[in-house]
């Protein structure tokens, strides 16, 4: 009997193995150096303390699977008073990107991004790093800028990624 319940596993785990979309992939350093505040979906800016949105940027990039993330945060809201700028993030991290004649197959795997504040700066993400990530079906409150998606709101971001 133990046999049998050990052998109709083995079925299903290979059976939703094979029934997984795999792509081709291969692995990309992007280097970035992105203005965050100016994305938000109506005509004003969001100005961040650069300590938590550089720790909100790690976790994001983190979540979405990428490595040796090398990441700072420059301007922003000035934690002693003085001149307030538009934050910078700049860097790099490194994303498995679809590729025809890449080496490796990754598998495009749901996952779910959820957090209780800051959509604006979510979605901002989405929005300008969208070529540094394979993603389908972006999906969810925080998957673009919209009036309705602020600092001050939760998100709940459904998508399909390339792990």
């Known amino acids: 009997m133990k046999l049998l319940y050990f052998f109709t596993i083995a079925i299903v785990i290979s059976w939703s193995s094979a029934n ?4 081709p992939v291969s692995w990309k350093t992007h280097k970035v150096n992105t203005a965050i505040g100016m ?3 109506t005509s004003g800016q969001i100005f961040y303390n650069c300590d938590s949105a550089e720790r909100q940027v790690e976790s994001f990039l983190e979540d979405l699977g990428a490595t040796n993330i090398n990441i700072r945060c420059t301007g922003g809201l000035e934690p ?3 001149i307030t700028t538009i934050a910078r993030v700049h860097g790099s991290f490194d994303t498995m990107m679809y590729d025809p004649n890449g080496q490796e197959l990754a598998e495009m795997t749901s996952i779910r991004l ?4 800051n959509c604006a700066l979510i979605a901002e993400l989405f929005w300008v790093w969208d070529d540094k ?3 389908e079906n972006l ?3 925080g998957s673009r800028p919209t009036p309705s998606c602020r600092t001050d709101r939760n998100y709940n971001v459904q998508l399909d990624i390339a792990l």
Do not use: K, L, P
């Open 139 to 141: 999906r969810g409150m």
């Open 20 to 23: 997984a979309e795999t792509i």
């Open 39 to 41: 994305n938000t979906g």
């Open 80 to 82: 002693w008073g003085g």
């Open 114 to 117: 959820r957090g209780w504040d």
């Open 133 to 135: 990530f394979t993603i």
